[in-house]
């Protein structure tokens, strides 16, 4: 099980949450997701996929916390260069439920930590947002947050913003194996289009 006290340590964030319903509701997803999956009790030991080791891409709690923090940097920018203003609590809120779900998704095998196959966790999370009673606009920001599986089209701002900033919180690239573009062309079983110049790198 994981404990609320358990998700306020690793995601000290919630906290900073000024919505009084926003904060709860962060929490009440990790508890929703952990009622349907009691196996996790340490979320520092979740990675980003089965098929990408902490030990090189880091753990699910930097790419959340990287979420958060981006969002705390773009505010101030989009506010200063084109007037708009994004609600950081909601982006917060966001950020801390977006991939609670992956504790349903990942689950514990003889053959190691396996992934259900054909399960949206992006799709799942707003689902779940919305059976809590949250916010349509933070449901739509998390299904739709994911490249990878069937598109989600964004439809506010806040969601294409959201599903732009997903991949860059990710310490996934070329230099490690196949970087998050190639990984998510590849879930999504789509190969190189046919065409008759392709790109040659420097010799
Ligand atoms: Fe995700
Ligand atoms: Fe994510």
Redesign the pocket.
């Known amino acids: 099980m994981l404990t609320t006290g358990h998700v306020l340590e690793v995601f000290p964030g919630i906290g900073a949450i000024a919505d009084r319903r926003l904060r709860q509701l962060s929490l009440d997803v990790w508890r929703y997701v952990s009622d349907r999956n009691p196996t996790w009790s340490d979320i520092g030991l979740i990675p980003l996929h089965p098929t990408l080791p902490i030990a090189t891409h880091g753990t699910l709690i930097a790419?959340?916390a990287a979420?958060a923090r981006l969002a705390e940097t773009l505010a101030p920018l989009y506010r200063e260069l084109w007037a708009q203003g994004l609600d950081l609590d909601t982006f917060r809120a966001a950020a801390y439920v977006?991939?609670a779900a992956k504790v349903i998704e990942f689950t514990d095998s003889p053959a190691g930590l396996q992934a259900i196959a054909g399960y949206n966790h992006a799709i799942e999370a707003g689902r779940i947002v919305r059976e809590l009673g949250g916010p349509e606009g933070l449901a739509h920001m998390c299904e739709a947050?994911?490249f990878t599986g069937p598109l989600v089209l964004p439809r506010t701002r806040d969601a294409q913003l959201f599903l732009l900033m997903?991949p860059i919180?990710l310490n996934v690239f070329p230099e490690q194996g196949p970087g998050v573009f190639e990984r998510h062309l590849k879930a999504n079983g789509w190969d190189a289009p046919q065409t008759l110049e392709r790109y040659r790198p420097p010799r």
């Open positions: 790419h959340v979420m977006h991939d947050h994911s997903d919180c």
